[in-house]
């Protein structure tokens, strides 16, 4: 469903991503963990399109990810950004519903999909009547959520979606979206920096370090196999914080 094979992406003289490799399988949640910096959210530009790789390539679906195939690849992608994203003069329903009216649809299928979405996300009707800045954090990232469901696309890309968020709202959130993910199957890949985060949400974490893979494994690999000193750093220096809070 995701693949980039042998990818390399330079801004300027700052080479960020470096000969990169990976693939997602169709209906599995991957997360690209690392620090800031290490080509995490730029991968995920590639695969929808925002950037172009310079070397190598990206394909979602089959479909190569170049100017004359963005508009069928961007149909098969649903994106959710850190805090929503979400148009603060547009009302949280006005914001979910953008991408059907850009496509033509009824204001019927409109409305009977976002009644489904609703469902999804525990989300009400009143609450979708409201502007953004009349949401709490974790209401906004559910509209972001809905709206990125909203043509129900094979694949989801997520940046970073909970990073905004409180400590609670964060831990609920996290479970709802694995709940989600796994009812509706979706191929999907998420951006943290969070790597208890990631060890919940996916089947298989890539570490990233200057735009290269330094390990993919699950949590557990992780933590008790790393390959290198960073990736022992990396993952004690999370640990740590968790296991020490005084």
């Keep these: 469903m995701i693949e980039l094979n042998s990818v390399s992406k330079s801004f ?16 599995k949640t991957y997360a690209l963990l690392g620090l800031s910096g290490s080509g995490k959210t730029t991968a995920l530009k590639l695969l929808s399109g925002l950037y172009y790789a310079d070397q190598g390539s990206v394909r979602v679906q089959g479909i190569d990810v170049l100017p004359k195939n963005i ?5 098969l992608i649903g994106q959710v950004i850190q805090d929503g994203g979400l148009f603060p003069h547009l009302s949280a329903y ?4 953008i991408l059907g009216q850009e496509l033509k ?13 609703l469902q999804l996300t525990q989300l009400t009707s009143t609450q979708l009547e409201r502007y953004p800045r009349q949401l709490s954090g974790g209401q906004r990232q559910r509209v972001g959520i809905m709206r990125a469901l909203l043509t129900n696309p094979p694949i989801l890309l997520l940046d970073e979606p909970l990073g905004a968020l409180d400590p609670i709202t964060r831990f609920d959130l996290q479970n709802e979206l694995k709940e989600l993910c796994e009812k509706l199957k979706k191929t999907t890949l998420l951006v943290t920096h969070d790597l208890f985060e990631a060890g919940h ?46």
């Design 105 to 117: 649809w009824s204001k019927d299928k409109i409305r009977l999909r976002i009644d489904e979405l």
């Design 12 to 27: 300027g003289n700052s080479l960020v991503l470096n000969n990169l490799s990976f693939t997602v399988p169709e209906g």
């Design 94 to 97: 006005e914001n979910v519903a």
């Design 201 to 246: 949400l996916a089947h298989s974490i890539l570490l990233l370090r200057q735009g290269k893979i330094l390990q993919q494994g699950n949590l557990l690999d992780l933590l008790k196999n790393p390959v290198d000193l960073f990736v022992k750093k990396f993952v004690e220096s999370q640990r740590h914080s968790m296991e020490n809070v005084k």
């Design 71 to 75: 508009n069928q690849v961007r149909k």
